[in-house]
């Protein structure tokens, strides 16, 4: 085995495990066991748990660079699912832990540059932050992956398989392309929202006074 190679399995056996007990149930002398090499050849690599899990976040940022080349290229077949696939449960478990906080902030900022150049564009111009929306859709887009056991329940198919993965990606593609409520619902219900903070920020202030 070279050293190259057991940095890598390292990494892998942490993920795995990570994904199946968390962060602070998985001991270093576990991953060790699990990638077959020492505690010391974990200490040499990566100097702690958690500059290992850094790394583990690392290895999922390096995947997502990858899918998005391969948007703006339009080179071969968009596949997340299979492309993260071996690392979901990692993913899964790191942001229910709270962690994975590289991983959603760089996906939130390659969102938020999609939205800064589609405003550009927009007929409409909108005073909500381009870096609050792009939290929220990053959130929404995770959200499918943590709740994949009731997704592929609702969509009768499993998301993992390529069929799963094709009508899920089918049905995002229509959501995304077509608006739920038209441009003059939006302002009504804004304006409704707008009036309704501001007769509650009245009576909390009135409450303080």
């Not at 990692?90 to 390659?110: K, N, S």
């Not at 959501?175 to 909390?204: C, F, M, N, W």
Request: with cysteine.
């Amino acid at each position: 085995m070279s050293d190259l190679t057991a940095k890598a399995r390292i990494r892998d056996a942490a993920m795995q495990l990570f994904g199946e007990v968390g962060y602070e149930r998985a001991t270093t002398r576990a991953i060790a066991e699990r990638a077959g090499v020492t505690s010391g050849l974990i200490r040499h690599h990566y100097g702690s748990k958690e500059k290992l899990i850094a790394a583990c976040d690392e290895r999922i940022i390096e995947l997502i660079r990858q899918l998005e080349a391969q948007a703006e290229t339009g080179i071969g077949v968009l596949s997340p699912l299979e492309s993260i696939g071996p690392y979901r449960q990692y993913l899964t478990r790191a942001l229910f832990e709270g962690r994975a906080a590289a991983v959603f902030d760089h996906m939130a900022a390659t969102t938020q540059n999609w939205f800064t150049l589609a405003d550009q564009a927009r007929p409409d111009p909108t005073d909500v932050p381009a870096r609050a929306r792009a939290t929220l859709h990053t959130a929404f887009a995770l959200a499918v992956g943590m709740l994949g056991p009731h997704v592929s329940r609702g969509l009768e198919t499993d998301i993992t398989t390529p069929e799963g993965e094709h009508l899920l990606l089918q049905t995002l593609l229509d959501l995304y392309s077509h608006s739920l409520i038209s441009p003059q619902q939006a302002r009504q219900y804004r304006a409704e929202l707008d009036a309704g903070y501001e007769r509650r920020t009245q009576v909390k202030g009135r409450r303080r006074a």
